[in-house]
């Protein structure tokens, strides 16, 4: 089946049927006044979606009246189908790597700032977390314990940590009461002058008197120290030891109480900083240490070194200086500490 039409320009210019190349239905011309501005259709006889020369659907018209009067127009302008084409897709997709393309060139740099800034921030913080622990065990050092040492490519900082102290009775009272600290002869009592000691539970508990560091008066020898017996974890104000005869007596009558020995181990191959404690004494420095506990402080380490003065105000202080450098992904930072050490036995 075939569909026609006819279309209306000027009252003159109307078409008839005999001028369609196919058949078509008759249309009736419009009343004067409208015949300029006014469009007729003709209903098709089949199949719908076939386009008239006004480039609009035929099933958007109104059918066009068989009674000779003038077709309405519904829509001057159709409404067309929404859509795109497949080069208007590639176009757009197109532009909008371009575009991607051109961002991401913008804010790499931006973006890699920042990642390297968080990386810095990171091992800046680890450094100064390790740096600000060893410092904190080294301020409670006994006098002259700090000792270090190199080997195999790993730099080992030891020292005796205490946990507390005070001022031993050097003689008895007034009325002859008090049970002083006896150097002439081996002794296993003394009292406690001053506020009262508590000893912590699981640790060596070595009482410590004027540890000088030298032959004869070195702690590491087992030269002037020796386990206490009181129970732990209670105020002491009467500390009892094994029987023990201390070479040297203190001038200020001070003793200490000395935990266990620690070491921090930098390890640069391995990248790692380690430390060790509650390990057995031994005159000779352990590199690295046996038995007792061991634990790992920081990782991606590159270098370090660690010096210790202790020629500072005629040997009464001391002084350890480290340095420590982490790297990760081409990233790197080093820092510096200074701790002070008091000697004063």
Not at 19 to 40: D, F, I, L, N, Q
Not at 96 to 105: M, N, P, S
Not at 122 to 136: G, H, K, N, S, Y
Not at 213 to 234: F, R
């Amino acid at each position: 089946m075939t569909a026609s039409w006819a279309i209306e320009r000027s009252p003159a210019s109307w078409r008839n049927a005999s001028s369609c190349a196919v058949p078509c239905e008759p249309v009736s011309a419009p009343s004067e006044g409208v015949a300029a501005h006014r469009r007729a259709w003709a209903r098709p006889t089949s199949f719908a979606g076939v386009k008239g020369p006004s480039s609009g659907p035929v099933w958007a018209r109104e059918p066009a009246p068989t009674d000779g009067a003038v077709a309405p127009l519904r829509g001057r302008f159709p409404r067309r189908l929404g859509g795109f084409t497949l080069i208007e897709a590639t176009v757009a997709i197109a532009v909008t790597g371009i575009v991607a393309a051109l961002v991401a060139l913008f804010i790499r740099a931006p973006v890699q700032g920042y990642a390297d800034a968080a990386r810095r921030a990171e091992l800046t913080d680890q450094a100064d977390t390790a740096l600000r622990r060893i410092a904190r065990d080294v301020a409670r050092a006994a006098p002259n314990s700090v000792r270090v040492a190199e080997a195999g490519g790993k730099t080992y900082l030891e020292f005796l940590q205490t946990s507390g102290g005070g001022r031993y009775r050097s003689q008895v009272d007034g009325t002859g009461a008090g049970d002083p600290l006896d150097f002439s002869a081996p002794d296993d009592a003394f009292d406690v002058l001053g506020p009262p000691i508590t000893l912590a539970p699981g640790e060596q508990n070595l009482i410590l008197v004027y540890n000088l560091g030298i032959p004869g008066a070195d702690a590491y020898a087992g030269d002037n120290l020796t386990p206490a017996t009181s129970a732990a974890g209670v105020a002491l104000s009467h500390i009892t030891i094994n029987p023990f005869r201390f070479p040297l007596e203190s001038p200020a009558h001070r003793f200490q109480v000395v935990s266990y020995p620690v070491t921090y181990e930098c390890d640069p191959g391995a990248g790692v900083m380690r430390r060790y404690w509650n390990y057995p004494l031994a005159a000779a420095q352990p590199t690295p240490p046996t038995g007792g506990s061991s634990a790992l402080l920081v990782r991606d380490v590159t270098s370090c070194f660690v010096t210790y003065n202790s020629s500072i105000a005629n040997v009464r202080a001391g002084l350890v200086t480290l340095g420590l450098t982490l790297t990760r992904q081409g990233e790197s930072v080093t820092l510096y500490h200074a701790i002070h050490v008091a000697n004063v036995p």
